[in-house]
């Protein structure tokens, strides 16, 4: 069974900058499609951005795009979200995703196993 297990969230004003990880264990970390989710209250969770196995192949949801960057490194099981220029639209419980397949995650259809999320509040 993999344990995805989510840190780095937090308060940060708007302007500023945040770093997520993701340490994955219990599964071959290397040959999965990652993503990040992210749940604002009282909406569904959206994708902010996915990854594929080799980091080759990189999605970033609109909003998102030029201002954060997903990574990866396979010799540590671990998955990051850099988070730049935050708005206080990006308030919201962040989730790391994990699939079988090996894309980049783009929707929650993909999602084989999900973190219990963190959270990530912007101060205006």
């Known amino acids: 069974q993999v344990q995805l297990v989510e840190s780095g969230g937090g308060l940060v004003q708007a302007g500023g900058s945040l770093r997520l990880s993701c340490a994955a264990s219990?599964?071959?970390?290397?040959?999965?499609?990652m993503g990040w989710f992210r749940q604002a209250p009282g909406e569904e969770r959206e994708v902010v951005a996915g990854?594929?196995?080799?980091?080759?192949?990189?999605y970033y949801a609109d909003s998102m795009k030029g201002r954060f960057t997903i990574s990866r490194d396979n010799a540590k099981n671990t998955l990051y979200l850099q988070m730049d220029n935050v708005k206080s639209d990006d308030t919201a419980v962040y989730y790391c995703?994990?699939?079988?397949?090996?894309?980049?995650?783009?929707?929650?259809?993909?999602?084989?196993?999900w973190g219990q999320g963190t959270q990530v509040t912007v101060s205006s």
């Open positions: 990854i594929n196995w080799s980091s080759a192949s990189r």
């Open positions: 995703a994990a699939a079988r397949s090996g894309g980049p995650i783009t929707t929650t259809v993909r999602v084989d196993y």
């Open positions: 219990g599964g071959t970390f290397s040959t999965y499609g």
